[in-house]
């Protein structure tokens, strides 16, 4: 599987971005997730929908990001509203090929190559 992230770009402190996750091969057998990293920082979770459609989320984006996706066309996407500076980070999408914890980078087994965010104040 093959990811290719789309989406970001510079906003100003509460604007909205909408990221998108092209996958090579049809994903609606995999829980997919979406991970940022900030310069010097760990990358963390931000978000996650299961195969089945459920949703996760970081508690630092509850109430402002929604994570959709449609099988049909091979793609998640990541609505950020509400953007603050610290969103700022190069965020990247993820593939796993079974379920397992949604928030553990190391339970995804294909990550696109990333896609920058950044929110001035």
């Known amino acids: 599987v093959q990811l290719q992230a789309s989406g970001g770009g510079l906003v100003q402190a509460g604007g909205s971005l909408r990221l998108s996750c092209a996958a090579s091969?049809?994903?609606?057998?995999?829980?997919m997730g979406w991970f940022r990293q900030a310069p010097g920082k760990e990358r963390e979770f931000v978000a996650a929908?299961?195969?089945?459609?459920?949703?996760f989320f970081a508690d630092s984006v509850k109430g402002r990001f929604t994570i959709s996706r449609d099988n049909a066309k091979n793609a998640v996407y990541l609505q950020m509203n509400s953007l603050k500076p610290e969103d700022t980070a190069v965020y990247f999408c993820?593939?796993?090929?079974?379920?397992?914890?949604?928030?553990?980078?190391?339970?995804?087994?294909?990550w696109g190559q990333g896609t920058q965010v950044t929110v001035s104040s």
């Open positions: 993820a593939a796993a090929r079974a379920s397992r914890s949604t928030n553990n980078p190391t339970d995804y087994d294909y």
């Open positions: 091969v049809g994903i609606f057998s995999n829980d």
């Open positions: 929908i299961r195969w089945s459609g459920s949703t």
